[in-house]
Structure formats: structure tokens, C-alpha cells
DNA sequence: TGGATTTGATAAACCGGTATAGCTCCCGAA
DNA sequence: TTCGGGAGCTATACCGGTTTATCAAATCCA
């Protein structure tokens, strides 16, 4: 027998349908004894339940998905994508829940998938990224009743459960540290400026800057492209009081600026101290290998999941975790300034 | 009305169930007039098929898999798979058919999704990646019966489809570029030994070596890791008659590549001049910019789904395409040797 | 000891589609 | 005039599970 059905085995263990059904689920309804039984011929015959027919019947598909609107070109060198996604499926997994990965161009284009997802009956929950101030997806997802969490950034007030860490407290440490090493000339390269966590990030920066005897601290928002990084930075050292420090939102561009630098002959970190918002291998791959802020991609992955999980189970609690704080991993592109 | 049925259309215009099905699905068995009243309608009520009632009913659950085996950690930077899936995904768009992604250890790990994925008819048919000489997956998937394509490598004696390029021409174009440029010396830093693309890039270099007159060109294997590539060209460098020139599997290696010599006082290209197999934002964010072979891995992809897709419409038919011959993009850092 | 409750199980409905057998009506050919 | 056959549609079985109503037997309690 090719793929054995629960009615195979009923008839094999001498017991209806709904019995092997409930000795497969664990739920009450037939003695210890069937219950063994059952399962030990379901074993042997290895079978194993037909998801289009429990999602049919159970109206639950075990199945979440996963949006990601950013352009691949950009996508492929952010090791946070990837570091992530394993995490959230290390945390599906448990469970045996499957995941539903889709790149897409643009909010719109996510949104209709959201509709499409919910309407055919795809994913029983998503997770979001890249929260913006006011993010349509929220609204929609309320409005398409589909269970979703956010990641790095709170749902609103009440509005969606979320998975998040403190950037500001972040952002913090890392001025406080560049400021600590003499710096008093500090620019920020922030990603794009409608990101909920960008402003979060700017708003640190701007706040503490008085507080530590900053001079200047202009934050400076791109696409999170390379080239715009690059371009940020060449702006800024072209100025006649240019910068001592530069903190980058993400690696990629930090490692666009560390070139930029390198082009223009201003030495790294003699002339110029670089940190990266966000930690990979990328940082590591350069001379001098740059300090950065590493946050536990992983495991926030790995939370989200769990998170999304229990609020699928019961839509009525909304769940604000906060997830463990990043550190600031110090390497060679720090020092104190000329 | 939250979610109608297509009971519910029928009731509306006054027809069965069956004669609804078949206009929605463009087969015989309806009048035209029929069939536009019911598609209008059906448009009215905003329907979409139920996904699991489809699947359960036309056993068909249009949705294929994809297995990446690689550690996180790797593939995070490679810029490759981003764009292999998002390829993959504008082909499959086409036909609203969706993707399951998911990253795993090893091989093991990654027959046992097949074999979850098939007696839970999750998926239609899966896609491979990285196939290696004597690959334990195909034989697995033949034995599920299960649609497969595999994605540059040949699936083997009319064993399973496959979309490829030319490693081949592709080897020979570096080396004899190279050897052009009057290199002599030429190292060649290859991937994981048991991958099918590593060996035929090792091949393609042994052979043309002694056409080429070349003095010396070995093939050094490695996990495909920055660490391997770095500690590999370490020892290349320190030899006695070091390379001249040096060929890297990846980019990611070619980059940690780069940043040893550039710390062991080896001048790029002045001294050595370096090639990557594979282009990414990551080699044109370097300086010197990596003169590196590029592929159109989008369109792989793209191909890789629509091949897939053939196949599950006819397994009978096998079909190996052959994709575009990959193109050397020449930058910065190869230049004749001093 | 007898009625009430619990336990263990069954049969059947149901989820939302697809596939098929069969029915009616109409047309054309013999 | 009759019969064959196709077009257009309906009714119904079916896919493989879950869930509920029902029921007999066992158990409990007074």
C-alpha cells in the first residue's frame, strides 16, 4: 500500500475512523489500551496524515508565511535575512509548522498577498518585518483577521503581537562608546527613514548628542543600497569638519563606507572610526575588521516563532516580547580620533 | 458573506456545484453564457479557491519545495541563493503556484524534508541545489516518486530534469584570460570537492593547464567558507613560487582572498592578480572591484521553475535546458603579472 | 438494586472543492 | 418517424481527514 489512510489503519486495528483519528491527536476518546494499539499500526505502516485533508478538516493549515519586500539585489548580502529565517524555522519546527517565504517588490505587492493568503486559506499566521511609522499591514492584516507578529518593532498599541529588542538603548551604547573614545564629530548613515526602527535610531542619536558634548550628529537616511551608503559617506568626508566617526544602520553599508574611505586615503581607524549597526561575516571579511553591534538574529527568528505560534492558539492576548539586548562587538575600525 | 464557497455561487446563479467548478476552471461542461455569468459573480463575491479543498480534491497542492543544506552562517552572504529564489519565485508567480523554503544541516536532514514533504503531499515536486558526484537525494526522490529539477548539474543518465551552465567554458574563459595576460602561475581555489560543479571547474583547469602552458596550476578544495578560502591563499601566498593569479570558487572566498594579501603586503593586482566565479554586490563593493564571472542567476531560477513545473504537468518527459553561457566581467583586480 | 453518570466507541455529517455517471433536450441523419 | 449523439447541466461520489450526535456498556452512588 503506497500511502496508507487513517481508514487503513481503522480497518487494520478493527475500529472506526473517528477513533484512529482520535488516538492520532491525543485527545480523549478511546482507551489506553486502543489507543497503543492504534498507534503502533499507524507506525508500522507509516503513516502520516495528509495535510490538504487536516487543514480541510481542522480549518488550520500548519503552515505560517513570511513576506520580505525589499529588492533581492540588496537582499542576498544582508546575512540578517538569513540568519533570521533559519531562526524562525528552528522555531516552527518543533511544532512541524511550515514556512512560507516570498520576496516580493513592494508593501502593495505584500499587502495583495496577504489578501491572497488569507482568502485561499495558505498560512494560518505571518510574520512582518520592517515595521514603517505607519504601516499599512497592520490595518490590513486586522482587517483580513490573519494572525501576525512583528518583528523588531512594537504592533502599535494593542494592534499586532511583536518580537522586539532595544534599538535606542543600542544606539546608545554606541555613541557613548564612540564619545568615550574622544569622538566628538559623529555621523550617523541611517537606513530609510520611514523604517520604525531608523527613527528610533535617530532619535537616540539626537538625544544623547547634547548630553555627551557632541559637536555635531547629523543623521543621514538612504535605501540601505550600498551605493547610497557610499555615496552618504563621500559626501561627508568631503566636508571641511568632517566627521571622526561614523555609525552605519547596516554592514553592507559599512563595508560601502569603509571603500569610500579607503578610496579617498583616509585611513581606518586612524583618521576615521567606523561602527556597523548589525554584525556577519561581512564585518569580519575586512581590514580593519569593523566594530559592530551584534544582535542575536537567531534567536529573534526563533521568538518570533514561538510568538506567532501561541498567538495563532489564542488570537485574544497580544504578546510584546522583548528579546535579549545586542552588544557592541569592538574589532579594529574603532579608535580613539587623530 | 466572509469567505463564499463555490455552493454559495451556484446558489446565486442558480446552477450546481459541478457546472460552477467547471466554468471557474475554464473546462467544457457549460454554456459561454453560463460560464460568464458564473465567472461574474464569482468576481462579485471576491471568491478564491480554498487551497486545502483544491489539493484534497484534484490531488495537486501547487506548491513545490526548495532544500538549502548549507549553514546559515554561509549563506547568508551568498548573494546567489537570494537571487536563485527570487528567479525561481517570478516563475512560479506565473501560475500562483508557491514556495516552501527551508535551510537545513545536512543532507540527511534534507532527504527526511522529502520524505515528510511527500507522504504529506505538501508539495507538487522540489528543487535541488548543489548536487554532488554521487548524490544520495536522487535516488531518494525517484524512490518518492516525487518531481524534481535540479539546478546546475546534469540530473544524471535521464534520471532527473535539470537546468545547467556551462562550469566547463566557463573555467576555460577565466584560465585563458589569465594566461592572455601572460599568466603563467595559477591557483585555483575551488569549493566543496564532492560538488559536481567543483569537480568540473577542477577538471577544466587541469586540462587546459598544459594547452596554456602553464607552470603550475593546482586545484585546492574547500568548504567554501571565508575562513578556508583566507587560510588556503595564506599558503599559497607563503610558498616560494607563488601564484601569480588566483581563481576562487565564490565570491565570499575571493573577498577574504583579497583581504589576506592585501595584509600580507601583496599588492592586488600589482602582484597577484585575483578572479571570483561568481558576481555579487559584494566583489564591485571591494577595492580594488573583483573581476569576477557572472551569471544570470535570476534567470536560473526563473528557468529552474518553469522546468519543474513541465515536469510535474509530464513526468514522463525528462528535460535537461541548458541556460546562458555565464560572461567574465572584467574590474580591477586582475592586471598582467609584474 | 436501580437510576444517573461516565467511558469507549461508532456512524455519519462535514470541510470545499473535483470528477464522473447520468439525465434531458435538441439536432441531424437514416 | 425514429434513433444516435452531443451539448449543457445536475446529482452524487469522493478526496482524507475532523467533529459531533448517538449509543451501549461499565461504573458510580445512594
Given at each position: ?12 486495528a ?8 482520535f488516538?492520532?491527536?491525543?485527545r480523549?476518546?478511546?482507551?489506553d ?10 507506525e ?6 495528509h495535510?490538504?485533508a487536516?487543514?480541510?478538516?481542522a480549518?488550520?493549515?500548519d ?27 528552528s522555531?516552527l519546527?518543533?511544532e ?17 498577498v ?14 512582518l518585518?520592517?515595521?514603517t ?18 518583528i ?5 498599541k494593542?494592534a499586532?503581537a511583536?518580537?522586539?529588542?532595544d534599538?535606542?538603548?543600542a544606539?546608545?551604547?554606541?555613541v557613548?562608546?564612540?564619545?568615550a573614545?574622544?569622538h ?34 547629523p543623521s543621514?537616511?538612504?535605501?540601505f543600497s ?11 568626508l568631503?566636508?571641511?569638519d ?7 544602520d547596516?554592514?553592507?553599508m559599512?563595508?560601502?563606507?569603509l571603500?569610500?574611505?579607503m ?7 586612524g583618521?576615521?572610526?567606523i ?33 506567532l ?10 504578546i ?15 579608535a580613539?580620533?587623530?
Amino acid at each position: 500500500m503506497a500511502r496508507p489512510t487513517i481508514a487503513d489503519i481503522a480497518t487494520r486495528a478493527g475500529v472506526s475512523k473517528g477513533a484512529v483519528s482520535f488516538a492520532l491527536n491525543g485527545r480523549p476518546g478511546v482507551s489506553d489500551a486502543t489507543r497503543e494499539r492504534i498507534l503502533k499500526i499507524a507506525e508500522q505502516m507509516s503513516w502520516r496524515p495528509h495535510s490538504a485533508a487536516r487543514a480541510l478538516g481542522a480549518s488550520r493549515v500548519d503552515s505560517v508565511g513570511m513576506v520580505i519586500a525589499r529588492p533581492a539585489r540588496t537582499l542576498g548580502v544582508e546575512p540578517f535575512f538569513a540568519h533570521l529565517l533559519s531562526g524562525v524555522q528552528s522555531g516552527l519546527s518543533a511544532e512541524s509548522i511550515s514556512l512560507q517565504l516570498l520576496i516580493v517588490e513592494d508593501t502593495a505587492a505584500e499587502i495583495e498577498v496577504y489578501r491572497r493568503w488569507a482568502s485561499e486559506h495558505r498560512v494560518d499566521g505571518v510574520i512582518l518585518v520592517d515595521l514603517t511609522v505607519k504601516d499599512p499591514r497592520v490595518e490590513a492584516l486586522k482587517a483580513l483577521e490573519l494572525p501576525a507578529v512583528v518583528i523588531g518593532g512594537r504592533g502599535g498599541k494593542g494592534a499586532l503581537a511583536s518580537v522586539w529588542a532595544d534599538d535606542r538603548d543600542a544606539m546608545l551604547s554606541i555613541v557613548e562608546y564612540l564619545a568615550a573614545l574622544g569622538h566628538r564629530r559623529i555621523a550617523h548613515v541611517a537606513g530609510t527613514p520611514n523604517f520604525q526602527h531608523t527613527q528610533r535610531r535617530i532619535r537616540a542619536v539626537r538625544d544623547a548628542a547634547p548630553r555627551l558634548g557632541l559637536l555635531d550628529a547629523p543623521s543621514l537616511t538612504t535605501d540601505f543600497s550600498d551605493a547610497e551608503g557610499a555615496a552618504i559617506t563621500r559626501k561627508l568626508l568631503s566636508q571641511p569638519d568632517r566627521p571622526t566617526a561614523i555609525v552605519y544602520d547596516s554592514d553592507v553599508m559599512a563595508v560601502a563606507g569603509l571603500g569610500v574611505a579607503m578610496e579617498m586615503g583616509v585611513s581606518v581607524p586612524g583618521d576615521l572610526s567606523i561602527v556597523a549597526f548589525d554584525d556577519s561575516i561581512l564585518t569580519q571579511l575586512m581590514h580593519p575588521a569593523l566594530t559592530a553591534l551584534s544582535r542575536d538574529t537567531f534567536d529573534f527568528g526563533r521568538q518570533a516563532a514561538e510568538v506567532l505560534l501561541q498567538t495563532i492558539a489564542d488570537p485574544g492576548t497580544v504578546i510584546n516580547r522583548r528579546s535579549a539586548d545586542p552588544v557592541l562587538t569592538v574589532r579594529e575600525s574603532t579608535a580613539p580620533p587623530a
